[in-house]
């Protein structure tokens, strides 16, 4: 089993910035890809950003250009670093990652991480 440890939540005000991190640990292969997931209320989770073998990067149109993703490979590890923050993107926000073990592959999701953006 692996844990996703997540970090770097909490209150800020427009215009500010967060870092938040992500680290796998326990049994597993490789990692695929990992990325950040957000849910706010009233809606449904949505991808933020992901990063996959090869450095190649997704984002949500909503987030280009305020937000980074990056991993270091050597600490299984994820960033977000979020900056322009602005209220509506406050959520829960959710780390995942595509590992495989052994030959199966499957998503494990951390337990998610408050970010508040005041007006």
């Known amino acids: 089993q692996v844990q996703l440890g997540e970090s770097g939540g909490g209150l800020v005000q427009t215009g500010g910035s967060l870092r938040l991190s992500c680290a796998v640990s326990?049994?597993?292969?490789?990692?695929?890809?990992m990325g950040w997931y957000r849910q706010a209320p009233g809606k449904q989770r949505e991808l933020v950003a992901r990063?996959?073998?090869?450095?190649?990067?997704n984002y949500a149109d909503s987030v280009k250009g305020r937000f980074t993703i990056s991993r270091d490979d050597a600490k299984n590890t994820v960033y977000l670093q979020m900056n322009s923050l602005k209220p509506e993107d406050t959520a829960v926000y959710y780390c995942?990652?595509?590992?495989?073990?052994?030959?199966?592959?499957?998503?494990?999701w951390g337990q998610g991480t408050q970010v508040t953006v005041s007006s």
């Open positions: 995942n990652a595509d590992i495989y073990y052994g030959f199966r592959r499957r998503d494990d």
């Open positions: 326990g049994r597993f292969s490789t990692i695929y890809a």
């Open positions: 990063i996959i073998n090869g450095d190649s990067t």
